[in-house]
């Protein structure tokens, strides 16, 4: 059974620290793996998309990592501020078929000034 | 106007009801989705649809029923609705091409009493 498997499951930090979270799975065949940040109350929102072939990809203050060896992918946010207080969910595609995705339950990100 | 768009926003419905969530999009996207998000928890795919013809099932369909107008509208159906039915629920598109990811709407908060 593919999964995705975050952690931790929440995470409170100071605003301008560094931050890293966790995304672990199973998923086979892989085809990409994408973060989302989603605001309470709203839609999640793509931040980086993954393929096999890419190891690391940036978007402003955020990095995310893939393993693909250890299926294990990181999202890295630099410099915290406090609009970054969301959750963070880790969306893994098998093969070509977007239907098949597997969401990971998210990490609670809050920033505290 | 944003690309993917839900209505109502929110919604307060009794025990019974039957009730219709609308979703349209203008990303030109082939592919639909209708997703179930409660508290703490990921999200959960309850239908989607690949093309005007084609539906499918996803991981939590009983007790819902979906509908693809036309390539930009894909409503779902709530056919008698349950207090456990409470949740908030997500229409995301998706290119043919799976690895550019998914477009969500804002979401539509609806609770059954």
């Known amino acids: 059974k593919n999964q995705v498997e975050q952690s931790p499951q929440s995470l409170i930090i100071l605003e301008g620290k560094n931050c890293t979270l966790q995304?672990?799975?199973?998923?086979?065949?892989?085809?990409?793996l994408r973060w989302y940040k989603q605001d309470t109350g709203r839609g999640p929102v793509s931040l980086t998309i993954?393929?096999?072939?890419?190891n690391t990809k940036s978007n402003g203050r955020y990095t995310a990592t893939l393993d693909a060896d250890t299926k294990q992918s990181s999202l890295h946010i630099t410099a915290s501020q406090l609009s970054d207080s969301a959750s963070y969910i880790c969306?893994?595609?098998?093969?070509?078929?977007?239907?098949?995705?597997?969401f990971g339950d998210g990490t609670t990100l809050t920033v505290k000034p | 106007d944003a690309d993917v768009t839900q209505t109502p926003r929110n919604r307060i419905t009794k025990t019974g009801k039957r009730i219709m969530l609308e979703c349209s999009q203008t990303?030109?996207?082939?592919?639909m989705y209708w997703y179930r998000q409660d508290p703490g928890l990921g999200l959960r795919l309850i239908y989607y649809?690949?093309?005007?013809?084609?539906?499918n099932k996803g991981e939590i369909s009983d007790g819902y029923s979906v509908s693809r107008q036309a390539q930009a509208k894909f409503s779902l159906s709530l056919e008698s609705a349950i207090p456990n039915q409470t949740a908030l629920y997500f229409c995301?598109?998706?290119?043919?091409?799976?690895?550019?990811?998914?477009?969500f709407g804002s979401g539509t908060r609806l609770t059954v009493v």
């Open positions: 649809s690949f093309d005007v013809k084609d539906i």
């Open positions: 990303k030109g996207h082939d592919r």
């Open positions: 969306v893994v595609s098998a093969g070509t078929n977007a239907g098949k995705s597997t």
């Open positions: 993954m393929t096999f072939s890419e």
């Open positions: 995304c672990n799975y199973t998923v086979s065949p892989f085809s990409n």
């Open positions: 995301a598109t998706s290119a043919r091409q799976g690895s550019y990811g998914y477009t």
